[in-house]
């Protein structure tokens, strides 16, 4: 009888031990990101993701809901797409992460401000933790500012006022 408790809770640790472990493995959203690091530069998983989370409606000329088109390694650690503003000039669309990090700090999501065809063009990391943690645990990346025609790129940390998270930002804007 003990003998077979013992294999019943051995057999429960191993579960737990392994479906921990399985929770806890995170998607790095590093590979995707780590050339922003290059004068906001961009890889091509990136460049169509951001072109296709909102897309424009040619009977509006204004950003509608897209798709995500990523790998399905990053596609299943995002959640929805949200067009979570729309202004005069520009329109906000994001889109939830629902694990990952980048270089060890959490990520809970990207956001993407598109100009109604005046050269806006935003997109931004929201990292989970407030700036100067943020500021901290990123403190070995460097970001470097590269000089375009249009203007000097760079990526930046900010904090986000109304969380009080930080975002890891890129502008592009004309």
Known sequence: MKRSKSYALLGLLLLTTHASSAYSESMSWVPLLETWE???AETREWKRFSRNVGV???STNLPEIGSVM????YRSALGDIVLAGREDYYSLVTVDVKHGEYYGVPVNGFGFYVGHSNGFNVSYVELGVGLEEAKERLSGVDYQKLIHESGGYQAKLMELPRSGNT???CDKSL
């Open 38 to 40: 290059d004068g906001c």
């Open 167 to 169: 975002i890891l930002v």
């Open 70 to 73: 990523l790998p399905e390694k």
């Open 56 to 58: 424009y409606n040619s």
